[in-house]
C-alpha cells in the first residue's frame, strides 16, 4: 500500500494503519494462550527473558533516535524504556531468570523481531517512517499488554502481582500522540512518507510474533511454500 | 572452509567445533532448496530472494560501518572494511540480476516486506548496535558459511531444474566464498575473546545467525513460518 503525496499527513497514515489492522488482524499468541488458561511459568519466563531483551535495545533505539534526530519524544520513550528495565529487574527473580540466563543462548528470529527491526529502523528510516513505527509499536504492545493484564487477572494460574501490574501499566498516557508529533515533523520537513505504512504494519507483525515467542518453539512452527506475500506486502509488479 | 594451512587461535577453535557439532545436531531448514528439491521451485522464488537480499545490502554497509566506528582498530576494522567492500562490489550486479529478473526499480529496497525479509537486516542492525566484537565477527563467520554454501547448491538446484533464470542471476550467484576472508574473520573471533568477549555469547550469535539465514531463504520462499 503506497501513499500517494496527496496524502500527506498523520491522520491519513494512521488511518491507513487502523484500516490495515480491521481487515487482516494480527494475533495475539500470548494472550489467546492466558485467556485458554494453558500457560505456566515457562511461558512467563519466556515473556520476561522477551521483555529485557526488548528494553535494552529501545534504550539504545531510542539514544541513538536523540542524537540523530534531536526531538524531544525521544527522551521521553528512553525514560520508558528505562523503567521497563527497571521493574523488569526486580520481576526477573520471580520466574527464576538470573542475569547469565537472561543475557545468553541463541534466540530465534521471532524472539529477535522487535529488538532487531527496531534497530533497523532507528538506522535507515527517516524521522516520519521511524516515528510511525514507533507510534506501531507502542499502540499494539501497549493494546496487547493491557489485555493481558486483564487476561491474567482472571486466570486461574496464579501469576506474580507485579507481573500483572507490568502489564497493566502498558504503555505511558499520550506518548502516542507525542510520537505522532515527530512524525508530523518529518512530514513538515519533507520526508519521504511513502514506505511509511508499510514499515510500521510490519513492525505490527513483529510484535505479533514478540508474542508468539514467548508461548512456542519457533522451529515447531509450521511452514507454508506458496510464494505469497503477507499482509504487509504490496505486489511488485 | 578456511585455508589449509589456517589454524585458528584456541579459543576459536573450540567455537569452530562447538558450531559445527551444533549444525550437524540440529540443522536450520532452507525453505528455497526445499521447493527447488521439490521440484515447485519457480522464477518467482528467485525475484523474491534477490528483493530481499537487495534490502540485505543496504543493511549490511550501515552495520559493517557502524562496527567499524565501534572497533576502529587492527585487525577489526579491516576485516569490516574488507567484508563492506565485498557487498559494495557485489552490490551492481545485484541490482543488474534485479533488473534482468523484472523487478521494477521503484520497488528495489521495498520488496519484499514483512518479518521475515526484515529478519536479518534486523538483526545485523542489531548486532552492529550490541554485539561485541566476538558477537559480530563470529556471527560473520557463520554467515559466510551458511550463505555461500547455500547459493552455490541453489545454483545447481536451478540448473537441474532447467529453471530459465537470466545470466546475471548466475553471475551473482556463483562463487563469492573466501577462504582468507573466513580466516580473517576467525583471527578478529580470537581477537575479541582474548580483550575479554565472552565466548558463549559470540557462540549464541552464531546459532542465532544461522536461524536468521534460515528466514532469508524462508522470506524467498514465500514460507514464512
Redesign the interface.
Known amino acids: 500500500m503506497d501513499v500517494n503525496s496527496a496524502e500527506r499527513n498523520v491522520e491519513s497514515l494512521t488511518g491507513k494503519l487502523v484500516e490495515l489492522r480491521r481487515r487482516n488482524p494480527i494475533p495475539n499468541l500470548f494472550l489467546e494462550r492466558v485467556k485458554s488458561d494453558r500457560f505456566g511459568r515457562e511461558d512467563l519466563r519466556a515473556l520476561i527473558r522477551g521483555e529485557i531483551r526488548t528494553a535494552e535495545a529501545e534504550m539504545t533505539v531510542y539514544a541513538l533516535g536523540t542524537a540523530l534526530h534531536r526531538h524531544e519524544v525521544f527522551q521521553d520513550l528512553n525514560t520508558m524504556a528505562v523503567d521497563a528495565r527497571s521493574h523488569l529487574s526486580s520481576i526477573r527473580p520471580l520466574v527464576g531468570i538470573d542475569d547469565e540466563s537472561a543475557e545468553n543462548g541463541a534466540v530465534g528470529p521471532d524472539g529477535f523481531a522487535c529488538p532487531g527491526f527496531l534497530s533497523w529502523a532507528v538506522l535507515h528510516c527517516n524521522r516520519a517512517e521511524l516515528g510511525l513505527v514507533m507510534y506501531a509499536d507502542l499502540e499494539s504492545y501497549g493494546g496487547g499488554s493491557r489485555e493481558i493484564a486483564d487476561a491474567m487477572q482472571v486466570a486461574s494460574t496464579e501469576v506474580p502481582e507485579q507481573i500483572v501490574r507490568y502489564y497493566a501499566d502498558g504503555v505511558p498516557d499520550g506518548l502516542s500522540s507525542k510520537v505522532l508529533g515527530l512524525v508530523q515533523e518529518g512530514i513538515d520537513r519533507g520526508d519521504d512518507v511513502s514506505r511509511a505504512v508499510r514499515l510500521a504494519r510490519v513492525m505490527e507483525e513483529c510484535v505479533g510474533r514478540y508474542w508468539q515467542a514467548a508461548v512456542a518453539p519457533e522451529r515447531n512452527a509450521p511452514e507454508r511454500n506458496a510464494p505469497e506475500g503477507n499482509a504487509s506486502e504490496g505486489d511488485p509488479r | 572452509m578456511t585455508s589449509a594451512s589456517y589454524k585458528p587461535g584456541p579459543h576459536t577453535a573450540t567455537l569452530v567445533d562447538e558450531l559445527a557439532r551444533l549444525r550437524a545436531g540440529?540443522p536450520v531448514?532452507n525453505?528455497l532448496l526445499?521447493?527447488a528439491r521439490?521440484g515447485?521451485l519457480?522464477v518467482?522464488?528467485l525475484?523474491?530472494l534477490v528483493?530481499v537480499e537487495l534490502q540485505c545490502h543496504?543493511?549490511e554497509l550501515?552495520a559493517y560501518g557502524?562496527l567499524i566506528g565501534r572497533f576502529p582498530h587492527r585487525p577489526a576494522a579491516g576485516l569490516f572494511l574488507d567484508v563492506g567492500r565485498l557487498v559494495y562490489d557485489a552490490h551492481p550486479k545485484l541490482r543488474a540480476c534485479a533488473f534482468a529478473l523484472?523487478?521494477?526499480e521503484e520497488?528495489f529496497y521495498?520488496?519484499?516486506?514483512?518479518?521475515?525479509a526484515?529478519?536479518f537486516?534486523?538483526?545485523i542492525?542489531?548486532t552492529?548496535?550490541?554485539g561485541s566484537l566476538a558477537d559480530a565477527a563470529f556471527g560473520l563467520y557463520a554467515d559466510l558459511t551458511a550463505y555461500f554454501p547455500g547459493c552455490s547448491e541453489l545454483l545447481t538446484q536451478v540448473g537441474a531444474l532447467d529453471l530459465k533464470v537470466p545470466e546475471e542471476f548466475a553471475a551473482y550467484y556463483e562463487g563469492g566464498e573466501s577462504e582468507e576472508m573466513n580466516d580473517n574473520t576467525l583471527d578478529v573471533v580470537e581477537h575479541g575473546i582474548v580483550h575479554g568477549d565472552?565466548p558463549?555469547?559470540a557462540l549464541?550469535?552464531a546459532?542465532?545467525v544461522d536461524?536468521?539465514i534460515?528466514?532469508f531463504w524462508?522470506a524467498a520462499?514465500?514460507?514464512?513460518?
Open positions: 540440529e531448514g525453505a526445499d521447493l521439490a515447485r519457480e518467482e522464488h525475484r523474491r528483493g543496504i543493511a550501515t557502524t523484472d523487478i521494477p520497488r521495498r520488496w519484499p516486506t514483512g518479518p521475515a526484515h529478519a537486516p534486523g538483526l542492525s542489531w552492529a548496535l550490541h565472552d558463549a555469547r549464541a550469535s546459532r542465532t536461524e536468521h534460515g528466514r524462508a520462499a514465500g514460507s514464512d513460518g
